[in-house]
């Protein structure tokens, strides 16, 4: 503090003067918890006047909506360390509630009657309630309202879960409706919409109280069938299903008659995991129309006729981590106010002898499953990293490169040793290099998480959050890890002419922005998709527009011409 602001400060009135100027509301109390001070904002956030509230105790404030054990936590961290923060509901005197992100310390003086408590407090309604809306939107199908798949692969897992411990059978059905892309050829989308509403409501109708339905995408449904007692109930309800959709459907003053093909599978015998469970689901499903539709039938093992293939491709895999047959891709990001590269997201590519180039897609999932997958990203990360450091040192100064790092390779107790020798050993800068990390992996044990994710940043190291949409993260949570990037999904930004992704587009950008966050829209492949993104805000592009993931070589010459032309523009 310097001298002169020391001596203002000396006294107690100009202190309180600079408490008016807070823009966050600031309430005291004294050791009997009675109102002693608040300052302007304090009346601004609470419509109550210093005059409406003196001598009160604090609590005529709450809403009733935040739980007791928040209190009870509250007064526990003021008596051990003086101080808590914390959000709580509260309300306004025009009785409607706001939500407060408060810090209340505990002043101790000699006296113990002589203590004081100061409560600062933050109006954060508009951010919770845009998180509430974000999750509305990542949890709920806008057109019938039934949960969607996320919603649906979240409860599906809690489910199997109960199932394990408690030994039970759980049914999975997966139903897709038949030739229904001929209603919307024949009658329009919005027909085709009312019809998709009239078939939740009547199979919600049917597994009302005994299961849980969600629209999976498009004309697909599932349903989860917990507590089955005998495998035999499920074709019951399958029959009613398909009794109730013996009624027609109107659509703009025809009746329509709809069928289905439904695919099954149960728990624990067809898979142990929702993905497996949901696979072999739709696996049979697919048998069902092949069989001439309107039917349902239970997964049989030899359904899955890709499993020779896969272990086939299994082996292949193995050989090829030792004889390196990997080669990592790179894919420019563009600034588009310029239109200049600030840098590559690394992609690795199995070059198969016979097949060709394989994408992640095909082997990510082997390289899980044969526990590889660490060393996988770190190769990718230190050919990464030592590629950059040579770009730069061609000119190309300013390049961030982007590595993706998955679940198992975040998760090793040397990850970010591992992480720092792979600088090491290029020459990179930590500021060069951006750790994409997705939702997912974000989840995992929060306190794990954060400290390895604010490590890597206190290095100088950047982090991005990849996927941003599809995974199942609060953006309550995600405030408490250093992230600077948001990748928005490309599903969002392919799928922008639909209103729906323009808004939810639009909300992750102005989340990001209250959360200083950086945005990066994913997957722009047309001129048409680069203005609308461009119009909700968003400043920085990964796509095939600008460019394909690229071998190292091609990748350097595009670089290169793309820098270039911006120098001469
Ligand atoms: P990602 O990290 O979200 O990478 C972006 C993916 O979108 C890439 O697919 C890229 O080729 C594709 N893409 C980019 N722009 C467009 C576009 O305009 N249109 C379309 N249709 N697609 C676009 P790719 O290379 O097949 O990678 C798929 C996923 O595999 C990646 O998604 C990432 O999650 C994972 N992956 C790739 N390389 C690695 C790696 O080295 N380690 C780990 N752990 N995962 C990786
Ligand atoms: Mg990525
Ligand atoms: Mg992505």
Sequence with gaps: MNASFSRFAKSKENVLKLLNYMNDGLMITNQAKEIIAVNPSFTKMTGYSFAEVEGK????????????????????????????????????????KFYCYITVTEIRQKEPEERYYI????????????????????????????????????????????????????ALLFFDLDRFKKVNDSYGHQAGDGLLSDMAERISEVIDGIGFVSRFGGDEFTVCLPNIKEKSMVKGIVEQIFKIFQAPFMIKGNSIFMTMSIGVSFFPDHGTDADTLLKNADSAMYRTK???????????????DQTAEQLTLEGDYLLALQTGQFEVYYQIQIDVDGRTPFGMEALVRWNHPDKGILSPSIFIPIAEDTGTMAELDEWVLKRACHQTRRWQEEGLANLVISVNVSKSFFKQPDFIVRVETALTLSGLAPESLCLEVTENTAILQFEDVRNKLWKLKEKGMRISLDDFGTGYSSLSQLRYFPIDTLKIDQTFVRGSKVKENEAIVKLIIAMAESLNMNVICEGVETEEQLNLVKKEGCRQVQGFLFSLPLPTDKCGELLKKLTNSRNIV
Excluded: C, V
């Design 119 to 170: 409560a600062i407090m933050r109006d954060i309604t508009e951010r919770k309630l845009n998180e509430e809306k974000m999750h509305q939107f990542a949890y709920y199908d806008t057109l019938t309202g039934l949960p969607n798949r996320n919603y649906f692969f979240q409860e599906l897992k809690l489910e199997i879960a109960k199932a394990k411990e408690k030994e039970e059978i759980l």
């Design 57 to 96: 105790n604090p609590k005529f404030l709450q809403s009733g909506q935040t739980s007791r054990t928040t209190f009870e936590e509250m007064w526990m961290s003021i008596r051990e360390s003086g101080t808590w923060t914390g959000e709580i509901i509260n309300r306004r005197k025009d009785n409607s």
């Design 290 to 304: 092949d069989e001439g539709r309107n039917h349902f039938r239970i997964y049989e093992m030899h359904m899955n």
